[in-house]
Protein backbone atom coordinates (compact mmCIF):
# COMPACT_ATOMS: atom_id res chain seq x y z
CA UNK A 1 0.00 0.00 0.00
CA UNK A 2 1.48 3.25 -0.98
CA UNK A 3 0.91 6.43 1.84
CA UNK A 4 1.93 9.74 1.34
CA UNK A 5 2.60 12.57 4.15
CA UNK A 6 2.32 16.52 4.04
CA UNK A 7 5.47 18.16 5.25
CA UNK A 8 5.97 21.93 4.42
CA UNK A 9 4.50 21.48 0.84
CA UNK A 10 1.21 21.49 -1.03
CA UNK A 11 1.45 17.76 -2.72
CA UNK A 12 1.51 14.76 -1.19
CA UNK A 13 3.98 12.58 -2.19
CA UNK A 14 4.09 8.76 -3.60
CA UNK A 15 7.05 6.64 -2.71
CA UNK A 16 7.49 3.31 -3.23
CA UNK A 17 11.19 3.17 -2.32
CA UNK A 18 12.86 4.00 0.53
CA UNK A 19 16.73 4.79 1.80
CA UNK A 20 16.30 1.60 3.75
CA UNK A 21 18.64 0.44 6.13
CA UNK A 22 16.51 -1.69 8.51
CA UNK A 23 13.18 -3.12 8.35
CA UNK A 24 11.19 -3.24 11.78
CA UNK A 25 8.08 -3.85 13.19
CA UNK A 26 5.74 -2.53 15.77
CA UNK A 27 2.25 -3.19 16.91
CA UNK A 28 0.64 -3.78 13.60
CA UNK A 29 2.92 -2.25 11.55
CA UNK A 30 6.01 -2.96 9.57
CA UNK A 31 8.43 -0.75 8.35
CA UNK A 32 11.74 0.63 7.28
CA UNK A 33 14.28 2.73 9.17
CA UNK A 34 15.91 4.87 7.00
CA UNK A 35 19.54 5.28 6.84
CA UNK A 36 21.43 6.69 9.66
CA UNK A 37 18.54 6.67 12.24
CA UNK A 38 18.51 4.67 15.74
CA UNK A 39 14.94 3.01 17.41
CA UNK A 40 13.37 2.54 20.44
CA UNK A 41 10.29 0.91 21.10
CA UNK A 42 8.12 1.28 23.99
CA UNK A 43 4.21 0.07 25.00
CA UNK A 44 2.19 2.32 22.90
CA UNK A 45 4.62 3.79 20.10
CA UNK A 46 8.13 3.49 18.10
CA UNK A 47 10.32 6.29 17.73
CA UNK A 48 12.73 6.35 15.00
CA UNK A 49 15.90 9.09 15.88
CA UNK A 50 18.50 11.05 14.56
CA UNK A 51 20.78 14.18 16.38
CA UNK A 52 24.24 15.16 15.65
CA UNK A 53 23.92 17.77 18.12
CA UNK A 54 22.65 20.33 16.21
CA UNK A 55 19.88 19.18 14.20
CA UNK A 56 17.66 16.37 15.44
CA UNK A 57 14.63 14.49 13.83
CA UNK A 58 12.28 12.17 16.18
CA UNK A 59 9.35 10.39 14.16
CA UNK A 60 7.10 8.32 16.16
CA UNK A 61 4.49 5.45 15.10
CA UNK A 62 1.31 5.54 17.73
CA UNK A 63 -0.15 1.94 18.47
CA UNK A 64 -2.92 1.98 16.18
CA UNK A 65 -6.72 2.52 17.58
CA UNK A 66 -10.31 2.12 17.03
CA UNK A 67 -11.29 4.68 14.97
CA UNK A 68 -14.56 6.96 15.98
CA UNK A 69 -15.83 7.44 12.38
CA UNK A 70 -15.02 10.49 11.49
CA UNK A 71 -10.72 11.30 10.15
CA UNK A 72 -11.46 15.27 10.97
CA UNK A 73 -11.98 13.86 14.38
CA UNK A 74 -9.02 11.41 14.40
CA UNK A 75 -6.70 14.35 13.58
CA UNK A 76 -7.74 16.12 15.72
CA UNK A 77 -7.11 13.64 18.63
CA UNK A 78 -3.80 13.17 17.63
CA UNK A 79 -3.13 17.00 16.83
CA UNK A 80 -4.24 18.07 20.90
CA UNK A 81 -1.71 14.58 22.10
CA UNK A 82 1.15 15.85 20.08
CA UNK A 83 0.64 19.33 18.48
CA UNK A 84 -1.58 21.14 21.18
CA UNK A 85 1.05 20.44 24.23
CA UNK A 86 3.64 22.43 21.92
CA UNK A 87 1.62 25.26 22.05
CA UNK A 88 -0.40 25.14 18.62
CA UNK A 89 -3.64 24.74 19.52
CA UNK A 90 -4.83 23.87 15.58
CA UNK A 91 -2.14 23.32 12.32
CA UNK A 92 -1.22 26.02 10.02
CA UNK A 93 -1.53 23.78 7.30
CA UNK A 94 -4.29 20.78 6.96
CA UNK A 95 -4.27 18.62 3.76
CA UNK A 96 -6.59 15.64 3.24
CA UNK A 97 -6.49 12.94 0.43
CA UNK A 98 -7.98 9.37 -0.39
CA UNK A 99 -5.57 5.95 -0.63
CA UNK A 100 -5.94 2.27 -0.69
CA UNK A 101 -9.30 2.15 1.53
CA UNK A 102 -7.09 5.60 4.09
CA UNK A 103 -8.31 8.93 4.51
CA UNK A 104 -4.97 10.71 4.91
CA UNK A 105 -5.42 13.76 6.95
CA UNK A 106 -1.64 15.69 7.14
CA UNK A 107 -1.49 18.73 8.89
CA UNK A 108 2.23 20.22 10.26
CA UNK A 109 3.26 23.61 11.97
CA UNK A 110 6.30 25.50 13.83
CA UNK A 111 6.56 25.92 17.94
CA UNK A 112 8.88 27.80 19.22
CA UNK A 113 11.43 26.18 21.41
CA UNK A 114 15.05 27.61 22.65
CA UNK A 115 13.70 30.57 20.68
CA UNK A 116 14.32 28.77 17.73
CA UNK A 117 11.71 26.69 15.28
CA UNK A 118 10.55 23.09 16.59
CA UNK A 119 8.37 22.14 13.19
CA UNK A 120 5.75 19.07 13.88
CA UNK A 121 4.07 17.28 11.14
CA UNK A 122 1.40 15.43 11.92
CA UNK A 123 -0.12 12.18 9.48
CA UNK A 124 -3.44 10.43 10.75
CA UNK A 125 -4.71 7.57 8.70
CA UNK A 126 -8.36 7.10 9.38
CA UNK A 127 -10.00 3.46 7.65
CA UNK A 128 -11.16 -0.22 7.84
CA UNK A 129 -12.26 0.63 11.50
CA UNK A 130 -8.77 1.62 12.71
CA UNK A 131 -6.79 5.10 13.14
CA UNK A 132 -3.22 5.50 13.49
CA UNK A 133 -1.00 8.43 13.08
CA UNK A 134 3.03 9.22 12.31
CA UNK A 135 4.09 12.37 13.87
CA UNK A 136 7.37 14.12 13.33
CA UNK A 137 9.53 16.64 15.72
CA UNK A 138 12.84 18.45 13.68
CA UNK A 139 14.40 21.77 14.09
CA UNK A 140 15.58 21.79 9.95
CA UNK A 141 12.94 21.04 7.66
CA UNK A 142 14.68 20.99 4.44
CA UNK A 143 17.53 18.76 5.99
CA UNK A 144 14.94 15.43 6.80
CA UNK A 145 11.86 15.78 4.43
CA UNK A 146 13.04 13.19 2.65
CA UNK A 147 13.94 10.75 5.67
CA UNK A 148 10.60 11.86 6.92
CA UNK A 149 8.44 11.22 3.76
CA UNK A 150 10.06 7.82 3.20
CA UNK A 151 9.49 6.42 6.67
CA UNK A 152 5.69 7.58 6.80
CA UNK A 153 5.38 5.69 3.28
CA UNK A 154 6.97 2.37 4.45
CA UNK A 155 4.77 1.98 7.81
CA UNK A 156 1.93 -0.27 6.43
CA UNK A 157 0.04 -1.85 8.82
CA UNK A 158 -1.03 -5.91 8.26
CA UNK A 159 -4.34 -6.63 6.77
CA UNK A 160 -4.94 -9.39 9.14
CA UNK A 161 -3.97 -7.62 12.15
CA UNK A 162 -5.79 -4.35 11.48
CA UNK A 163 -8.87 -6.68 10.70
CA UNK A 164 -8.45 -8.66 14.06
CA UNK A 165 -7.97 -5.36 16.07
CA UNK A 166 -11.12 -3.68 14.70
CA UNK A 167 -13.05 -6.99 14.89
CA UNK A 168 -12.11 -7.58 19.09
CA UNK A 169 -12.67 -4.12 19.89
CA UNK A 170 -16.59 -4.66 18.61
CA UNK A 171 -18.55 -1.64 17.06
CA UNK A 172 -19.66 1.24 18.43
CA UNK A 173 -22.28 1.46 21.52
CA UNK A 174 -25.41 3.20 21.00
CA UNK A 175 -25.45 4.75 24.39
CA UNK A 176 -29.74 4.72 24.36
CA UNK A 177 -30.22 0.58 23.71
CA UNK A 178 -32.06 -0.95 26.13
CA UNK A 179 -30.38 -1.47 29.77
CA UNK A 180 -28.79 -4.65 29.82
CA UNK A 181 -26.02 -5.59 32.74
CA UNK A 182 -22.59 -6.17 31.58
CA UNK A 183 -21.49 -9.61 33.04
CA UNK A 184 -20.06 -11.91 30.40
CA UNK A 185 -16.64 -12.06 27.90
CA UNK A 186 -13.99 -9.61 28.81
CA UNK A 187 -16.19 -8.17 31.72
CA UNK A 188 -15.73 -8.42 35.31
CA UNK A 189 -17.02 -10.40 38.38
CA UNK A 190 -18.44 -7.52 40.73
CA UNK A 191 -20.04 -5.38 38.40
CA UNK A 192 -22.31 -4.22 41.28
CA UNK A 193 -21.40 -1.44 44.10
CA UNK A 194 -23.42 -1.31 47.03
CA UNK A 195 -22.33 2.26 49.07
CA UNK A 196 -22.63 3.04 51.99
CA UNK A 197 -25.22 5.77 51.48
CA UNK A 198 -27.51 4.07 50.07
CA UNK A 199 -26.29 4.53 46.15
CA UNK A 200 -26.23 0.80 43.87
CA UNK A 201 -24.19 1.13 41.02
CA UNK A 202 -24.18 -1.18 37.72
CA UNK A 203 -22.28 -1.20 34.78
CA UNK A 204 -24.96 -1.20 31.98
CA UNK A 205 -24.03 -1.82 27.98
CA UNK A 206 -23.78 1.67 27.61
CA UNK A 207 -23.14 3.69 30.72
CA UNK A 208 -23.35 3.21 34.52
CA UNK A 209 -26.82 3.13 36.57
CA UNK A 210 -27.01 4.29 39.97
CA UNK A 211 -30.33 3.75 41.53
CA UNK A 212 -31.17 5.07 45.40
CA UNK A 213 -35.39 5.06 46.37
CA UNK A 214 -36.76 5.14 43.01
CA UNK A 215 -34.38 7.34 41.35
CA UNK A 216 -32.34 6.15 38.50
CA UNK A 217 -28.78 7.92 37.11
CA UNK A 218 -27.12 7.07 34.20
CA UNK A 219 -23.20 8.15 33.70
CA UNK A 220 -23.26 7.39 29.88
CA UNK A 221 -19.68 6.60 28.61
CA UNK A 222 -17.65 8.44 26.14
CA UNK A 223 -19.11 7.51 22.48
CA UNK A 224 -16.55 8.54 20.11
CA UNK A 225 -19.00 8.22 16.94
CA UNK A 226 -21.56 9.93 18.82
CA UNK A 227 -18.79 12.78 19.60
CA UNK A 228 -17.50 12.99 16.27
CA UNK A 229 -20.97 13.78 14.68
CA UNK A 230 -22.13 16.71 16.35
CA UNK A 231 -21.40 20.31 15.24
CA UNK A 232 -18.30 21.60 15.46
CA UNK A 233 -18.77 25.14 14.85
CA UNK A 234 -21.41 25.40 17.51
CA UNK A 235 -21.03 25.84 21.61
CA UNK A 236 -24.33 25.21 22.23
CA UNK A 237 -24.10 21.01 22.45
CA UNK A 238 -27.34 20.76 24.98
CA UNK A 239 -29.75 20.42 22.58
CA UNK A 240 -27.63 17.69 20.63
CA UNK A 241 -27.40 15.30 23.28
CA UNK A 242 -30.77 15.62 24.31
CA UNK A 243 -31.85 14.50 20.82
CA UNK A 244 -29.59 11.57 20.76
CA UNK A 245 -29.96 10.67 24.39
CA UNK A 246 -32.90 11.13 26.09
CA UNK A 247 -35.44 11.46 23.11
CA UNK A 248 -34.97 7.79 21.99
CA UNK A 249 -35.70 6.57 25.22
CA UNK A 250 -38.08 9.33 26.79
CA UNK A 251 -41.45 11.20 25.23
CA UNK A 252 -40.50 14.15 26.77
CA UNK A 253 -42.68 17.24 27.87
CA UNK A 254 -41.73 21.02 28.17
CA UNK A 255 -38.17 21.33 28.24
CA UNK A 256 -36.35 23.74 30.61
CA UNK A 257 -33.07 25.25 30.93
CA UNK A 258 -31.43 26.12 34.38
CA UNK A 259 -29.14 28.15 32.96
CA UNK A 260 -25.21 28.25 34.86
CA UNK A 261 -24.22 31.08 36.75
CA UNK A 262 -22.64 34.13 34.29
CA UNK A 263 -18.94 33.51 34.12
CA UNK A 264 -18.86 30.42 36.08
CA UNK A 265 -16.13 28.14 35.33
CA UNK A 266 -16.64 24.23 35.21
CA UNK A 267 -20.19 24.55 35.37
CA UNK A 268 -22.98 23.64 32.59
CA UNK A 269 -26.34 24.47 31.60
CA UNK A 270 -29.04 21.96 33.29
CA UNK A 271 -31.85 20.85 30.82
CA UNK A 272 -35.21 19.39 32.53
CA UNK A 273 -37.93 18.16 31.57
CA UNK A 274 -41.29 15.85 32.88
CA UNK A 275 -41.12 12.42 30.78
CA UNK A 276 -42.43 8.90 30.26
CA UNK A 277 -39.97 5.88 29.75
CA UNK A 278 -40.76 4.32 26.20
CA UNK A 279 -39.79 0.79 27.30
CA UNK A 280 -41.57 0.68 30.61
CA UNK A 281 -44.26 3.96 30.32
CA UNK A 282 -43.40 5.01 33.64
CA UNK A 283 -44.04 8.51 34.23
CA UNK A 284 -41.10 10.99 36.29
CA UNK A 285 -38.98 14.12 35.83
CA UNK A 286 -35.66 14.01 33.88
CA UNK A 287 -32.88 16.52 34.13
CA UNK A 288 -29.87 16.13 32.07
CA UNK A 289 -26.00 17.29 32.78
CA UNK A 290 -22.64 17.47 29.98
CA UNK A 291 -19.67 16.92 31.50
CA UNK A 292 -16.74 17.07 29.29
CA UNK A 293 -12.92 16.05 29.16
CA UNK A 294 -10.34 16.91 26.57
CA UNK A 295 -13.28 17.60 24.78
CA UNK A 296 -15.23 14.39 24.92
CA UNK A 297 -18.76 14.64 26.35
CA UNK A 298 -20.46 12.24 29.33
CA UNK A 299 -23.51 12.93 29.53
CA UNK A 300 -25.16 12.39 32.57
CA UNK A 301 -29.32 12.25 32.75
CA UNK A 302 -31.22 11.59 36.53
CA UNK A 303 -34.89 9.88 36.16
CA UNK A 304 -36.86 10.94 39.74
CA UNK A 305 -40.40 9.89 40.30
CA UNK A 306 -41.32 13.57 40.65
CA UNK A 307 -39.93 16.85 40.29
CA UNK A 308 -39.95 17.28 44.05
CA UNK A 309 -37.73 14.60 44.80
CA UNK A 310 -35.73 15.74 41.75
CA UNK A 311 -35.36 19.23 43.20
CA UNK A 312 -34.44 17.69 46.59
CA UNK A 313 -31.74 15.59 44.89
CA UNK A 314 -30.34 17.44 42.13
CA UNK A 315 -30.80 21.05 43.02
CA UNK A 316 -27.22 22.14 41.71
CA UNK A 317 -24.44 21.15 39.09
CA UNK A 318 -21.81 20.03 42.04
CA UNK A 319 -24.89 17.35 42.61
CA UNK A 320 -24.80 16.08 39.03
CA UNK A 321 -20.75 16.09 38.39
CA UNK A 322 -20.39 14.26 42.04
CA UNK A 323 -22.35 11.38 40.70
CA UNK A 324 -19.23 10.56 38.47
CA UNK A 325 -17.77 9.11 42.12
CA UNK A 326 -20.13 5.82 41.53
CA UNK A 327 -18.00 4.60 38.46
CA UNK A 328 -16.80 2.31 40.80
CA UNK A 329 -16.47 -1.64 41.02
CA UNK A 330 -14.45 -3.97 43.14
CA UNK A 331 -11.24 -5.47 41.93
CA UNK A 332 -10.27 -9.45 42.12
CA UNK A 333 -7.51 -11.86 41.65
CA UNK A 334 -9.45 -13.58 38.52
CA UNK A 335 -10.27 -10.35 36.68
CA UNK A 336 -6.27 -9.14 37.54
CA UNK A 337 -5.16 -11.56 35.30
CA UNK A 338 -3.43 -10.97 31.69
CA UNK A 339 -1.15 -7.40 30.65
CA UNK A 340 -2.43 -4.15 31.04
CA UNK A 341 -0.88 -1.07 30.53
CA UNK A 342 -1.15 3.08 30.53
CA UNK A 343 0.50 6.29 28.90
CA UNK A 344 0.41 9.70 30.09
CA UNK A 345 2.22 12.85 28.96
CA UNK A 346 2.39 15.91 30.00
CA UNK A 347 4.06 19.71 28.87
CA UNK A 348 5.83 22.68 30.76
CA UNK A 349 6.67 25.68 29.58
CA UNK A 350 9.98 27.67 31.66
CA UNK A 351 10.23 31.40 31.41
CA UNK A 352 13.22 33.28 33.46
CA UNK A 353 12.09 34.42 36.17
CA UNK A 354 14.62 38.00 36.44
CA UNK A 355 14.17 38.93 32.55
CA UNK A 356 10.20 36.96 31.55
CA UNK A 357 12.19 35.68 28.46
CA UNK A 358 10.76 32.24 27.01
CA UNK A 359 12.75 29.46 28.02
CA UNK A 360 11.12 26.59 25.92
CA UNK A 361 9.09 23.90 26.89
CA UNK A 362 10.13 20.42 28.26
CA UNK A 363 7.82 17.37 27.68
CA UNK A 364 7.61 14.20 29.00
CA UNK A 365 5.63 11.02 28.73
CA UNK A 366 4.88 7.95 30.66
CA UNK A 367 4.19 3.75 29.97
CA UNK A 368 3.20 1.94 32.31
CA UNK A 369 3.08 -2.20 31.84
CA UNK A 370 1.65 -5.10 34.17
CA UNK A 371 1.52 -8.18 33.87
CA UNK A 372 -0.76 -10.63 36.74
CA UNK A 373 -0.70 -14.20 36.61
CA UNK A 374 -2.96 -16.62 37.32
CA UNK A 375 0.06 -18.56 39.78
CA UNK A 376 0.16 -15.03 41.99
CA UNK A 377 3.05 -14.06 40.21
CA UNK A 378 3.62 -10.18 38.42
CA UNK A 379 5.70 -7.84 36.72
CA UNK A 380 5.85 -4.36 35.73
CA UNK A 381 7.26 -2.09 33.72
CA UNK A 382 7.67 1.24 33.60
CA UNK A 383 9.36 3.81 31.25
CA UNK A 384 9.63 7.53 30.92
CA UNK A 385 10.93 10.15 27.88
CA UNK A 386 11.29 13.39 28.11
CA UNK A 387 12.26 16.43 25.67
CA UNK A 388 14.16 19.18 25.77
CA UNK A 389 16.05 21.48 24.30
CA UNK A 390 16.24 18.81 21.68
CA UNK A 391 17.68 16.05 24.27
CA UNK A 392 15.73 13.11 24.42
CA UNK A 393 15.95 10.68 28.00
CA UNK A 394 14.81 7.68 28.40
CA UNK A 395 14.39 5.91 31.63
CA UNK A 396 13.14 2.20 32.52
CA UNK A 397 12.26 0.26 35.55
CA UNK A 398 11.45 -3.30 35.80
CA UNK A 399 9.77 -5.27 39.13
CA UNK A 400 9.30 -8.82 39.19
CA UNK A 401 7.12 -10.01 42.74
CA UNK A 402 3.90 -11.55 43.54
CA UNK A 403 0.49 -9.37 44.37
CA UNK A 404 -2.89 -10.23 46.53
CA UNK A 405 -5.93 -8.02 45.90
CA UNK A 406 -9.12 -7.71 48.53
CA UNK A 407 -11.65 -5.50 46.98
CA UNK A 408 -10.31 -1.72 46.84
CA UNK A 409 -6.60 -2.64 48.26
CA UNK A 410 -3.75 -4.54 45.90
CA UNK A 411 -0.06 -5.42 47.30
CA UNK A 412 2.71 -5.80 45.03
CA UNK A 413 6.40 -7.07 45.97
CA UNK A 414 9.73 -6.30 45.91
CA UNK A 415 9.36 -2.92 44.98
CA UNK A 416 11.93 -0.13 46.04
CA UNK A 417 13.26 -0.31 49.09
CA UNK A 418 11.20 3.12 50.71
CA UNK A 419 7.98 1.52 49.16
CA UNK A 420 5.81 -0.95 50.35
CA UNK A 421 3.52 -1.71 47.31
CA UNK A 422 0.41 -1.09 48.75
CA UNK A 423 -2.23 0.50 45.80
CA UNK A 424 -5.69 1.64 46.41
CA UNK A 425 -7.55 -0.03 43.78
CA UNK A 426 -10.69 -0.19 41.71
CA UNK A 427 -12.44 -0.73 38.20
CA UNK A 428 -14.09 2.11 36.13
CA UNK A 429 -16.28 1.29 33.62
CA UNK A 430 -15.66 3.07 30.17
CA UNK A 431 -17.11 2.12 26.54
CA UNK A 432 -16.38 -1.88 25.74
CA UNK A 433 -14.88 -2.57 29.16
CA UNK A 434 -12.85 -1.28 32.41
CA UNK A 435 -10.17 1.02 33.40
CA UNK A 436 -7.97 0.07 36.76
CA UNK A 437 -6.93 2.27 38.43
CA UNK A 438 -4.14 2.45 40.77
CA UNK A 439 -2.88 4.41 43.61
CA UNK A 440 0.24 4.59 46.10
CA UNK A 441 -0.59 4.57 49.21
CA UNK A 442 2.94 5.39 50.24
CA UNK A 443 3.56 8.38 46.86
CA UNK A 444 -0.02 9.68 46.36
CA UNK A 445 1.49 11.26 43.23
CA UNK A 446 1.77 7.61 41.60
CA UNK A 447 -1.16 7.13 40.35
CA UNK A 448 -1.94 5.22 36.90
CA UNK A 449 -5.31 4.69 34.59
CA UNK A 450 -4.50 1.00 33.04
CA UNK A 451 -6.58 -0.37 30.03
CA UNK A 452 -6.12 -4.25 29.86
CA UNK A 453 -3.95 -4.93 26.73
CA UNK A 454 -4.40 -8.73 26.69
Given at each position: MKKSIIIFCSLFVLLTNTNAQKKG???????????????????????IKKDNGLQYCNSFVMRARVSSGN??????????SHGAKQGLAQPSKTTVANQGGWTITAGNGTANFQNQPLYIAISTFTGKGITYC??????????FTSDMQAFTASVVPSESKTAA????TGAVINPV????????????????????????????NGYVQVTKNGTEVRLYFVNGKLDGQRNKNTGDLEPY?????????FNAGQTYVREKEQYTMGV???WEAPVTDKQTGKSGYLGMR???????????????????????LFSKDDDFAKMSNYNKFAVTKKDLIGAWKSFDASSMDYYNIYTGDYGGMATASTNNNFIFNLNGSYQSEHTGTSIFRGVLKHGKSTYKGTFSVTDWNLTATNRETDDPGEFSCQFEAVKGGYMLRLRNKKYSGDAMGLFKSK
Amino acid sequence: MKKSIIIFCSLFVLLTNTNAQKKGSFDVFSFTTPKGFSIEKTGDYAVIKKDNGLQYCNSFVMRARVSSGNAKTDFDADWQSHGAKQGLAQPSKTTVANQGGWTITAGNGTANFQNQPLYIAISTFTGKGITYCVVHYFNEKDRFTSDMQAFTASVVPSESKTAALAANTGAVINPVQPAVAVTGGSQITKYITNFDDGWKATAMNGYVQVTKNGTEVRLYFVNGKLDGQRNKNTGDLEPYYWNAVVTPAFNAGQTYVREKEQYTMGVNDIWEAPVTDKQTGKSGYLGMRLGFSNGACSPIIVIAPDKNTYNSLFSKDDDFAKMSNYNKFAVTKKDLIGAWKSFDASSMDYYNIYTGDYGGMATASTNNNFIFNLNGSYQSEHTGTSIFRGVLKHGKSTYKGTFSVTDWNLTATNRETDDPGEFSCQFEAVKGGYMLRLRNKKYSGDAMGLFKSK
